[in-house]
């Protein structure tokens, strides 16, 4: 059965919700994608399913943005080791470079930074 972009959504709504980064996978050309969507972007499978990603991955672009007054937060366009590049938040103490090398945050940092979507440098890269 087909699922509809709704159900896609709710799944991976409930994927974040537990901690979980979930990918969507097609079955006919095995292209893995973020975020959710109802059809493959590679071929147009609608024979798609979920698969977590590893956490893992790199910091393909990042800037530094102002949040008022003088607070600011570090955005950055993450590629997961599995392939597909996803906007996120970073979390450091330190600098963060294109190429670090980063990780899926845990709960805390997810909370501090607000963002469903956080990473953190591995403690090799900082
Ligand atoms: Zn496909």
């Known amino acids: 059965m087909t699922q509809t972009l709704n159900d896609q959504l709710n799944a991976y709504r409930a994927g974040l919700d537990a901690g979980r980064l979930l990918l969507l996978s097609c079955r006919s050309c095995g292209k893995r994608f973020h975020y959710p969507r109802h059809r493959c972007p590679g071929c147009l499978g609608d024979g798609l399913e979920y698969t977590e990603a590893s956490g893992q991955g790199s910091v ?61 440098p591995v403690p090799s890269a900082l």
């Open 60 to 120: 393909h672009a990042i800037t530094q943005m102002s949040t008022g007054g003088d607070g600011s937060r570090l955005v950055a366009m993450v590629e997961l080791l599995e392939g597909p590049r996803v906007t996120a938040a970073i979390v450091s103490e330190g600098e963060v470079s294109v190429g670090d090398t980063v990780v899926w945050a845990s709960a805390e940092d997810v909370n501090a930074a607000g963002c469903p979507l956080t990473f953190r």
